[in-house]
């Protein structure tokens, strides 16, 4: 079972530290810019920790393989996205897709 | 109340006014998906609707619920979150003049995402630059919380998620906000070698890790031409 005050203190150091982020820029004011590399360097780790994210909770489940329901539909909402289909329609056809196979039995 | 709307809008310009209206009611959307997930997955409803008010970023929110539902431990969660916010750094330098002095930098600071630094950006005319920053700020702040609250009260009405397939929701509306992103080649590699290696970890190491582990990738990252701005909040 999750601890509640371990959450909370988790929740409050992300809501801390987030915006000491957020409020080093224009407290140190000067005209200094940070490297147009270490901004883009920034950017590719957000990308990189977002898709590994994705590929985790599509494909695992635990320390296991997730069935194939749920991978199914996140590949048909990445499709649908990829396609530029809206976003609204994008998360029903990935939940319908998972839902309708397990309908069938697919695990 | 009127006037003040059209004061903003006369230093906006209509079209800018009504892009920055659509970026908000997207941002409420996916902020209703996310709370909808977090408490469908299992968290209690307290746990987005504070990162949302709190935290207020969506990137760094949904690595967070997303290590928390997976077991992973809380700790894990939050330095991913970390690390994924502290582009906020460089936006922060970026609109450092865009939000003004004094007690604006606490207000102005908490409401930076994103899409109102790209748009206070993307404007020329000071005045423009401070509306817009400060208009999209406030307008995405109210329609993300307004629609995590919404579907946090959703998820607490759904008991089985799996039935409803919202175990393949929370992956999609990930997968689509990350997607324009792996446009940029070497972002794209950075991120499948991250993804290869996230997975190849998760049958050995506790649960949350091997996302942090992803960012071996960034070993593939050369930084090149400029890249687009990204989409991802």
Redesign the interface.
Known sequence: MRNPGLLLIAVLILAVGTFSLRVAGPLLRTRFELPERAQQLMSAATVVLLAALVATAALTAGHGAAGIARPAGVLVGGILAWRKVPFVLVILAAAATAAGLRLIGVP | MRSIWRTLRQDLGRPLARDIALVCL?DG??GL?YGAISVGGGL?FW?PV??SL????G??Q???V???A??GS??A??I?????????????????DV?GGGWK??P???L?TDENVAFALGQDDPRRKRAAYWVCGIGIFVCWNLGVFAGARLGSVITDT??????????????????P??RDR??RT???V??V???AA???LP?GL??????V??VF?R?GR??EE?A?R
């Open positions: 997207a959307v996916v998906s209690q746990v504070l990162l709190l935290v207020f970023a990137a760094s949904f690595l967070f997303g290590i928390v997976a077991g809380p700790i969660a939050t991913a979150g970390l690390l994924v916010n502290s582009r906020h750094v460089a936006f922060g330098l970026a609109v450092s939000i930098k606490i102005g600071s908490h930076m799996d039935v409803l397939g919202l175990d393949a929701a929370f992956p999609a509306v990930l997968l689509a906000l990350v997607l992103s792996l070497s972002t950075a991120a499948l991250g993804v290696v996230a997975l998760t049958p050995f649960a091997p996302v942090l582990f992803a960012l990738g960034l990252y930084v400029p890249v990204e991802v």
